[in-house]
């Protein structure tokens, strides 16, 4: 079981975490199809004059209006950063890169140990947040399930796990095969669950036209 954890099955959540993505990706083109316009754009719409640098700024800024940002700016400072430690500390963590090199013979770049670990603790500590705004927020409560939390649990263990290994608290073995196990866990559930935004929020929000979506938006379902 210990052997399987730490050696086979690792290899297999990396490649359902990337054929997993690639089967999304697919079925997303499948179930759209290429939007055919009533009324086609007209020339002024598809064609957008140049704009000034204060036009451009000015232009966010008002888009801004009505999103995240303009209904809870915590969470959005929040949920921006958690997000950012989230990517960046196991792409850049030395422990991963050193793993990589020795499977593959290459790795990225390595953060200081030091900053990684600090953004460990951002990602628990954001994490912290937004289980603690489901439990105590009367409005988030009421459209929270037991779905959103297994969401969060997956996200945050292996964050908890690695900074448990990287400081050595407990018996190492069985923290570092709960945090090879709960790494796992989040890498075959990436596709196939909510956490699947990672890919669905750039597809939205570039080929479906809709009020949030960063273009007009060329797919429709
Ligand atoms: C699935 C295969 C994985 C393996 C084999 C693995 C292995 C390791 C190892 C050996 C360490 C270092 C522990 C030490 O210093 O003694 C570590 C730390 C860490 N891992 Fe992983 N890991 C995996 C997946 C993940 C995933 C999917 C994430 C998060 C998305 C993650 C996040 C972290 C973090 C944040 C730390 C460092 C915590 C700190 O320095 O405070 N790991 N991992
Ligand atoms: C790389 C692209 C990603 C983008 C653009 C993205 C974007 C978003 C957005 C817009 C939200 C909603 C705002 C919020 O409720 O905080 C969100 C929530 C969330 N994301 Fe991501 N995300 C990405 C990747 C990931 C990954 C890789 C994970 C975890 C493995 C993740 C975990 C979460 C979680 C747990 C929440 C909900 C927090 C809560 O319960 O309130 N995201 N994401």
Redesign the pocket.
């Known amino acids: 079981m210990g052997n399987f954890v730490?050696g086979q099955l690792?290899s297999i959540?990396f490649i359902v975490f990337i054929l997993g993505f690639i089967y999304q990706g697919v079925q997303f083109f499948k179930l759209t199809k290429k939007k055919e316009w009533v009324f086609p754009p007209s020339p002024i719409e598809t064609e957008p004059k140049k704009k000034t640098a204060e036009q451009w700024i000015t232009q966010c800024l008002h888009s801004l209006n009505g999103t995240l940002w303009s209904t809870d700016r915590v969470l959005t400072v929040a949920t921006s950063i958690f997000h950012v430690c989230?990517i960046a500390?196991?792409l850049f963590?030395l422990?991963?890169n050193i793993?990589l090199d020795q499977s593959w013979g290459w790795s990225l770049f390595s953060l200081p140990?030091s900053l990684?670990?600090f953004?460990?603790?951002i990602?628990l500590i954001c994490g912290a947040y937004f289980v603690g705004r489901r439990l105590f927020l009367a409005r988030v409560r009421a459209i929270s399930s037991i779905y959103d939390y297994v969401i969060l649990l997956i996200a945050v263990a292996?964050?908890l796990t690695?900074?448990l290994?990287?400081?050595?608290w407990w018996d190492?073995k069985t923290v570092?095969f709960l945090?090879?196990l709960t790494?796992?866990i989040?890498?075959i559930t990436l596709p196939f669950t909510k956490l699947g935004h990672m890919l669905f929020f750039f597809l939205y929000r570039f080929f479906i036209g809709s009020e949030y979506s960063f273009v007009r938006g060329s797919r429709t379902w």
């Not at 290994?165 to 050595?168: C, K, R």
């Open positions: 730490e690792v959540a989230l500390a196991p963590l422990a991963h793993l140990e990684a670990d953004l460990t603790v990602v292996p964050f690695g900074f290994a990287y400081h050595q190492y570092i945090h090879i790494g796992e989040m890498l």
